[in-house]
C-alpha cells in the first residue's frame, strides 16, 4: 500500500514561489507514476502536471507551464512541486496523487493535501 | 482541453435511495472515465476506472457505465456513509480534467 505525506500548510505573498514536499512510503518512488493536483472553490479540482510512465518523462498541464517544477529525490522518497509567480487564484489545496491502472489511468492514491495561501 | 460537465450539481436524497449521476465530455473519451468521491477536508478516493471497473475495496453498490461522451455512476441503495461531493475526471488525454461535482445531501 502506497502511503502520501505532504509538507504543512504555507502562507506566501503575491509573487513569492511555494514548495510542496510529498513523502512515499510502502513503495519505491521510482515504481509510481506521481501527479499534482490541486482544489480550489473557484476552478475546482485541477490536474497541474506528472509522470508520464509511456514517454518516460513529466509532463505539464498548458495552464502551469512555465511556472511549476516536479522533482523527485529518490534517495529520500520524496516528490515536490514548486510553484512560482504566486497569485490570489493559486490558493488552493494541493494534492499529490500516484497513478494507476496504465490501460486506463486514475489516481489510485493521495497525500492528505496541502493548504498554500496567498495573500498580502 | 476537453471539458467534463456533470449533472445535477447537487441532490437530496435519503438512505437506501438508488441515484444517478451523469457526466458528459465534450469530445469521445473512449472509456477514459474515472469516478471519484470526496468527503469534506478528505482528498478523493477514487471509486470506478475505465468507465465501469469497480476499484478494489469499493462497496458493489457502486457501479459505472458508458463510453464515448456520456457517463453515468449509480449507487443502488444510498447509505449514510455515502453522503458526500462525487467528480467524474477524463484521463483520455492531456490535460487530465475533471467535473464540477455533484454533491449528495441527506434528505
Known amino acids: 500500500q502506497v502511503q502520501l505525506v505532504q509538507s504543512g500548510a504555507e502562507v506566501k505573498k503575491p509573487g513569492a514561489s511555494v514548495k510542496v514536499s510529498c513523502k512515499v512510503s510502502?513503495?519505491?518512488?521510482?515504481?509510481?507514476?506521481m501527479h499534482w493536483v490541486r482544489q480550489s472553490p473557484g476552478k475546482g479540482l485541477e490536474w497541474m502536471g506528472g509522470?508520464?510512465?509511456?514517454?518516460?518523462?513529466?509532463i505539464y498541464a498548458q495552464d502551469f507551464q512555465g511556472r511549476v517544477t516536479m522533482t523527485e529525490d529518490t534517495s529520500t522518497g520524496t516528490a515536490s512541486m514548486e510553484l512560482s509567480g504566486l497569485r490570489s487564484e493559486d490558493t488552493a489545496v494541493y494534492y499529490c496523487?500516484?497513478?494507476?491502472?496504465?490501460?486506463?489511468?486514475?489516481?489510485?492514491?493521495w497525500g492528505q493535501g496541502t493548504l498554500v495561501t496567498v495573500s498580502s | 482541453d476537453i471539458q467534463m460537465t456533470q449533472s445535477p450539481s447537487s441532490l437530496s436524497a435519503s438512505v437506501g435511495d438508488r441515484i444517478t449521476i451523469t457526466c458528459r465530455a465534450s469530445?469521445?473519451?473512449?472509456?477514459?472515465l474515472n469516478w471519484y468521491q470526496q468527503k469534506p477536508g478528505k482528498a478523493p478516493k477514487v471509486l470506478i476506472y475505465?468507465?465501469?471497473s469497480l476499484q478494489s475495496g469499493v462497496p458493489s453498490r457502486f457501479s459505472g457505465s458508458g463510453s464515448g461522451t456520456y457517463f453515468t455512476l449509480i449507487v443502488s441503495s444510498l447509505q449514510p456513509e455515502d453522503f458526500a461531493t462525487y467528480f467524474c475526471?477524463?484521463?483520455?488525454?492531456?490535460?487530465?480534467?475533471f467535473g464540477q461535482g455533484t454533491k449528495v445531501e441527506i434528505k
Open positions: 496523487t500516484v497513478q494507476r491502472g496504465f490501460s486506463y489511468p486514475f489516481f489510485a492514491f
Open positions: 510502502g513503495y519505491s518512488l521510482t515504481e509510481l507514476s
Open positions: 509522470f508520464d510512465p509511456e514517454d518516460d518523462e513529466t
Open positions: 469530445q469521445s473519451i473512449r472509456s477514459f
Open positions: 475505465g468507465a465501469s
Open positions: 475526471q477524463q484521463s483520455y488525454s492531456s490535460p487530465w480534467t
